[in-house]
């Protein structure tokens, strides 16, 4: 069977062909319209990946509220995630915390002002700062489940955040 042949009209009226040809003859002109969408869409690249936000709070939820009272009281803070650091201690120095299950330090500064992470029996976190053998805990006002004293610098000035 001999295959049909196509007339030289139906090839005209072919939509692709049509495209085709147009394409091909304007090829500097569709070049640069290519390089043009190029230049825009790498322009708008940094704004688009400016408009995305890593926050995972929802205002009028207890942590988001608890962390924006942080920052406006302590002015840094409350926004911040905590970054656990490996402490070593000096020789012959223990940490316990009465009243609690679990007892990890987090951090020390030049005073040796320790602040560290508890857990109690039902399992929730408590930040405290160990100084010269006394314990305070470091709960703000409303804090849903508990806190974190993530860091603490020379001056004494704690950073963490509510759980």
Do not use: C
């Not at 049509?18 to 690249?45: C, E, M, N, Q, Y």
């Not at 402490?87 to 299950?101: C, H």
């Not at 860091?151 to 509510?162: C, K, Q, S, T």
């Amino acid at each position: 069977m001999k295959p049909l042949a196509r007339s030289r009209s139906d090839v005209r009226r072919n939509p692709l062909a049509i495209t085709t040809r147009w394409v091909l003859a304007h090829r500097r002109l569709v070049a640069d319209f290519w390089i043009l969408v190029t230049v825009a869409a790498i322009a708008g690249v940094k704004p688009a990946g400016d408009a995305l936000s890593q926050e995972f709070t929802v205002p009028g939820r207890d942590g988001f509220e608890t962390n924006r009272e942080i920052a406006s009281i302590y002015g840094n803070g409350g926004n911040v995630a905590p970054i656990v650091p490996v402490v070593t201690l000096p020789k012959g120095t223990t940490i316990d915390a009465p009243g609690v299950s679990q007892t990890r330090p987090l951090a020390i500064n030049n005073r040796g002002q320790i602040v560290m992470d508890s857990v109690d029996n039902q399992l929730r976190h408590h930040g405290f700062l160990l100084e010269r053998g006394r314990f305070t805990e470091i709960t703000p006002p409303g804090a849903p489940t508990g806190s974190v004293a993530a860091d603490i610098d020379d001056r004494g000035r704690i950073v963490g955040g509510v759980l």
